[in-house]
C-alpha cells in the first residue's frame, strides 16, 4: 500500500492554476525526485503536502486513509515532516537541542520537571549514528559544516518516527564535497524505510539515489517514470518543453 | 583509523574551561574583581561600609529589572518602557496603600499594573508586528505620565494602615541580609532556572536565534514573546514596589533614565542586542560592574556630568566585544 497517494490535487490562486490535476503514489522506503522548471508547481505541490496550502480540488491520503492537512501541525501528527531549504535550525543552540526543538525531553513529574539533557544528547548521538554522520551533539549549528547541519534537520523528522520525508533542496546551498555526505544522510533514512520526496534542481542527486522521477510543468505531471528507465536528457527535454509528455 | 564514528560523536569539542574562558560575563567578574582593590587603594572611602551599602542599594534595583529585560533582548528585542513601569507602579502601590488598603492589596495592584503594561507591549510587538523599539518608547512616555495622572504629581510618603510592613518589604532585611538583595538573588536563581531548565527557556533562546526556524519548529512564537515583555515589565514593577518601601516615598521622577542603565547591565553582563545569548548572572555583574564605575567615579572626584559618558560607553564598548566575536566566527 502506498504510504502517501494524492489524487487529482488542484491548486488555483485566483485565475492561475498552480498545480492542476495531479495524482501520484509514494511507497514506503522509496526516494521519489520532484523535478521542474521554477514556476512549474513543485512548491505548491509540497506546501499542500506539508499543510501549508489546502487544495482547491483533490484528496491526499496518507496509509490509505484520506487525510485533511490544513496546519502544518496536522501533516506532522500525520507522518509528515519537512527539511526545509533554509534548515530552519537555530545558530545559538547546540545540534541536539536543535533536534528536540519544540519537542524538548524533559524528566520530573508534571510541573516540577525539568529539561533531560542527557537523554537528549544520547538519543541525539544515537540518531547521528544512524546516519552515519560525525556530528557531535553538544556542538553548537554555528561550528558546523552543511553537511553536518543537514545532518542535524534529517534526524529531527527521525525523531518522530516519519513515514514520509519531504526535502527541499537539500544540497542547494552547500559544497560540492558535501553533497555526497548529504545524499548518504538521505539513504540512510531511506533504509529505515520512510518515504522521501527530494525537490531538486540537480539532475545528479536525483539519478543517484532516486528510485522515480517526477516531473511537473506548468502544474501539470509530465512524467512519473523509474530512474532507470529514465535518462538525464529525457529529463530535461521535459522540464523545458522539448518532450511534451511520456 | 581506528576512531569509530561512536567515539567521534562522544566527544566533546569544548571543555569547561575553554567555555568559561570565552563567557563575556567571566571577564566581567575578572574586571570586577581588579578594580576593586585598585579603587580601594585610590580612594579610603571606597571599601567602606557606607559605599558598598550604596552601591548595592542601587545596583540591586537595576539589577532585578536588568533580569527581565534579559528575557526580552534575548528574543532580539527591547524594552525602553522600564523606567516609566517601576514609576507607575510605585505609584499604584502607593495611591492604593495610601487610600487605606492592605499591603497585599498594594503590592497586587503594582504588579497588576506591570502585567497589564506587558500584556499591552506584548501583543503590539508580537500580533500585530509593531517594532519593539516604537512601542517601548511609546510606553516610556505613557507610563510615566499615568504616573502623574493617578497621583495628580504629587510626592506619596503615606502609605495608610500598613506603612510599617511596607518599609519593612522594602528596607528591612531576612536572615541577615538586605530585603533588596535577597529578592534579588530569589529572582536570579529562577531566571537562571528558567532559561536553562525549562522549555519556555530554551524556546527564548531559540527565538532570538533564529526566529523563523522557531515558528517552523512549532514553538509558539507569539505567545513566548508576549511573555517575556510581560516578565520584564513584572520585574520593573517588583522594582518599583520595594524601591518605594526602601525609599519611603513615591515621586514621579523616579526611575527616569533608569532604562539605559538596565539595558547597559545586561548588555556588559553578554546578552545580545541581536538577540540570541544573555544570562540571569550576567544581569547581575553587569549590573553590579556598572554600579562600580558609577560609584568609584564620584569617589575619584570626577565631575558627576560625566557619568553619562561611562554608560553610554560602557554600552558601546560591550557591543563592540560583541561585533570582534562575530567577525572572527565568520572567518
Known sequence: MPVLELRNISKHFGAIQAVNDVSLTIEPGEVVGLMGDNGAGKSTLVKMIAGNFNPTSGQILIDGQEVSLSHPVDARRNGVEIVYQDLALCNNLTAAENVFLGRELRRGVGPLSILDYNGMYKRAGELFADLKSETRPRDLIKQMSGGQRQAVAIARTMLSKAKVVLMDEPTAAISVRQVAEVLNHIKHLRDQGVAIVLISHRMPDVFTIGDRVIVLRRGRKVADKRIKDSSPEEVTGLITGAIEQV | ?331
Request: hydrophobic share 55%.
Open chain 2, 1 to 331: 583509523m581506528s576512531i569509530t564514528l561512536e567515539q567521534t560523536i562522544a566527544k566533546q569539542e569544548s571543555t569547561w574551561v575553554r567555555r568559561i574562558l570565552k563567557s563575556q560575563t567571566f571577564w566581567v567578574v575578572v574586571a570586577i574583581i581588579v578594580a576593586c582593590p585598585f579603587l580601594s587603594w585610590l580612594s579610603s572611602a571606597f571599601l567602606t561600609d557606607k559605599t558598598l551599602f550604596n552601591i548595592t542599594r542601587t545596583f540591586t534595583f537595576v539589577a532585578i529589572i536588568a533580569l527581565g529585560m534579559t528575557f526580552v533582548i534575548i528574543t532580539g528585542g527591547i524594552d525602553l518602557s522600564v523606567g516609566s513601569v517601576l514609576c507607575l507602579a510605585s505609584m499604584t502601590l502607593a495611591v492604593t496603600m495610601n487610600a487605606g488598603y492592605s499591603l497585599e492589596i498594594g503590592v497586587l495592584v503594582g504588579l497588576a499594573t506591570g502585567v497589564a503594561v506587558g500584556l499591552f507591549n506584548g501583543v503590539l510587538i508580537a500580533f500585530l508586528g509593531f517594532p519593539p523599539f516604537v512601542v517601548t518608547l511609546g510606553m516610556l512616555s505613557i507610563a510615566r505620565s499615568l504616573a502623574m495622572v493617578v497621583s495628580n504629581n504629587t510626592v506619596v510618603f503615606q502609605f495608610g494602615p500598613d506603612h510599617q510592613r511596607l518599609l519593612f518589604l522594602g528596607g528591612g532585611s531576612t536572615f541577615g541580609i538586605a530585603n533588596p538583595v535577597f529578592y534579588m538573588i530569589v529572582l536570579a536563581l529562577l531566571t537562571g532556572f528558567v532559561l536553562r531548565w525549562t522549555r519556555f527557556g530554551r524556546h527564548v533562546i531559540a527565538i532570538g536565534g533564529n526566529e523563523h526556524a522557531a515558528t517552523l519548529t512549532g514553538i509558539p512564537v507569539r505567545g513566548v514573546k508576549v511573555a517575556v515583555y510581560v516578565i520584564c515589565s513584572v520585574a520593573a514593577a517588583i522594582a518599583g514596589i520595594v524601591q518605594t518601601g526602601w525609599l519611603g516615598s513615591v515621586t514621579t521622577n523616579i526611575g527616569a533614565g533608569m532604562e539605559l542603565q538596565v539595558i547597559a547591565a545586561a548588555v556588559i553582563g553578554g546578552a545580545s542586542l541581536v538577540g540570541g545569548a544573555g544570562t540571569a548572572i550576567g544581569a547581575l555583574v553587569g549590573s553590579a560592574l556598572l554600579e562600580i564605575i558609577r560609584n568609584s567615579l564620584g569617589l575619584l572626584g570626577i565631575n558627576a556630568f560625566w557619568q553619562g559618558t561611562f554608560i553610554g560607553g560602557a554600552i558601546i564598548i560591550a557591543v563592540a566585544f560583541e561585533r570582534v566575536q562575530q567577525l572572527r566566527t565568520k572567518d
